[in-house]
T-cell receptor
């Protein structure tokens, strides 16, 4: 099993819809989780972090964490064409889950269509 | 804050040549990471430094790769000799220890070995 798994997509949603991006991880002791957005030809950019079970909202973005299921998701409400990018899930490595190294999933490509 | 600065942005070299990639982390960040990104393998951690000391180089693919961090504001990744399969985007990222946020990435160096 890969340490961090994501569907590669592409995930296509119409403008204004909710985009749902999913990620599963293998290290049960992981405590923090990050979502990065990467536009084509650009570097990854941190958009959300979550540490506790439940939901965390920031503008149009909501991160959801379920540690029992080892599952983290990112919802994008009112999707815009400018949201079209690859979204990377990242989890720290380490026995305590607070390790200094981030392991990235391969990313899900999101396309928001007009 | 100028962010993480990488140079060069693009590098085209012939097989067998030496390649040196450079990185200046954000001032005050004491962890530095080198990642490689390809379509097939996604983002892979090559090596990371903490307080200028290499902590984990298990991701360095082979002896042709080496990395140094002579001071807190500068790091290099060297490939000698380079091979076509080294073609990828190489990212440098930095982080302040015990920060609750993830890394900040540089703009990357796109390396093409012909």
């Amino acid at each position: 099993q890969k340490e961090v798994e994501q569907n590669s997509g592409p995930l296509s949603v119409p403008e204004g819809a909710i985009a749902s991006l999913n990620c599963t991880y293998s290290d049960r002791v992981s405590q923090s989780f990050f979502w990065y957005r990467q536009y084509s030809g650009k570097s990854p950019e941190l958009i959300m972090s979550i540490y506790s079970n439940g939901d965390k909202e920031d503008g149009r973005f909501t991160a959801q964490l379920n540690k029992a299921s080892q599952y983290v998701s990112l919802l994008i409400r009112d999707s815009q064409p400018s949201d079209s990018a690859t979204y990377l899930c990242a989890v720290p490595r380490g026995v305590t889950g607070g390790g200094n190294k981030l392991t990235f999933g391969t990313g899900t490509q999101l396309k928001v269509e007009l | 804050d100028a962010g993480v600065i990488q140079s060069p942005r693009h590098e085209v070299t012939e097989m067998g040549q030496e390649v040196t990639l450079r990185c200046k982390p954000i001032s005050g960040h004491n962890s530095l990471f080198w990642y490689r990104q390809t379509m097939m393998r996604g983002l892979e951690l090559l090596i990371y430094f903490n307080n200028n000391v290499p902590i984990d180089d298990s991701g360095m693919p082979e002896d042709r790769f080496s990395a140094k961090m002579p001071n807190a504001s500068f790091s290099t990744l060297k490939i000698q000799p380079s091979e076509p399969r080294d073609s990828a985007v190489y990212f440098c990222a930095s982080r302040r220890d015990r920060a609750v946020y993830g890394y900040t990435f540089g703009s990357g160096t796109r390396l093409t070995v012909v």
